[in-house]
């Protein structure tokens, strides 16, 4: 399965993205897609996931509140809407898919198929 990460771009502080993570040549079920972010010099940094079978979500305390993972079953797509965008939100983000356990979720490793990144930048 390959996917693909797309709605990225330039917000001021306080505006909303919707990023989406679509999948080709199969589909989600039976894993766990997440959304990782990364700027230069730091390790990669667990945003949300969402189980594609069950529709359990998960967060970083730091977007609990602003963002929102969601499934689309109709686009096979994975939409993570952005609001109250904050200057620290920016980075590229990342979609991947995995079988992580609870505890792992959280875990870029737990995650073994990933996306090309997409950028998103918040002015102050």
């Known amino acids: 399965v390959q996917l693909q990460a797309s709605g990225g771009g330039w917000v001021q502080a306080g505006g909303s993205l919707s990023l989406s993570c679509a999948a080709s040549g199969g589909t989600f079920s039976g894993y766990s897609v997440g959304w990782f972010r990364q700027v230069p010099g730091k390790e990669r940094e667990f945003v949300a996931a969402i189980r594609w079978s069950g529709g359990n979500t998960y967060y970083a305390d730091s977007v609990r509140g602003r963002f929102a993972i969601r499934r689309d079953y109709a686009k096979n797509t994975v939409v993570l809407q952005m609001n109250g965008l904050k200057p620290e939100d920016t980075a590229v983000y990342y979609c991947?898919?995995?079988?992580?356990?609870?505890?792992?979720?959280?875990?870029?490793?737990?995650?073994?198929?990933w996306g090309q990144g997409t950028q998103v930048t918040v002015s102050s």
């Open positions: 991947a898919t995995g079988r992580p356990i609870m505890s792992t979720v959280h875990t870029s490793s737990a995650y073994g198929n």
